[in-house]
Nanobody, 124 residues
Framework: QLQLVESGGGLVQPGGSLRLSCAVSGASLDYYNIGWFRQAPGKQREGVSCISSSGSSTTYADSVKGRFTISRDNYMVNLQMNSLKPEDTAVYYC???????????????????WGKGTLVTVSS
């Protein structure tokens, strides 16, 4: 059973940076596409970024391109978030889907394993 645990959330001022981490256990990252998703109050969960099981491909939502960077090493998938804006405030989740199901991440309903989330608040 794959387990995902997020960390690194917190309160940051607009323009600041945070680094989120997703610790993966129970299986190798080489078998799973890992994505970061977020859900703001009153809004639907949305995809933020994804890294393929090989680590060779990444995708980003238009709203975070140029500001967020996804990376992985060993059993961690990280999301470096720079130039944060108030609209980035949300609970951030990491999620996984097996590489035999899809070549990259799927919409939230298609992701198989989820962490419990970490809250990011961008406010002055």
């Amino acid at each position: 059973q794959l387990q995902l645990v997020e960390s690194g959330g917190g309160l940051v001022q607009p323009g600041g940076s945070l680094r989120l981490s997703c610790a993966v256990s129970g299986a190798s990252l080489d078998y799973y596409n890992i994505g970061w998703f977020r859900q703001a109050p009153g809004k639907q969960r949305e995809g933020v970024s994804c890294i393929s099981s090989s680590g060779s491909s990444t995708t980003y939502a238009d709203s975070v391109k140029g500001r967020f960077t996804i990376s992985r090493d060993n059993y961690m998938v990280n999301l470096q978030m720079n130039s944060l804006k108030p609209e980035d405030t949300a609970v951030y989740y990491c999620a996984a889907v097996h590489r035999t199901v899809a070549t990259m991440c799927l919409p939230p309903d298609g992701m198989r394993y989820w962490g419990k989330g970490t809250l990011v608040t961008v406010s002055s």
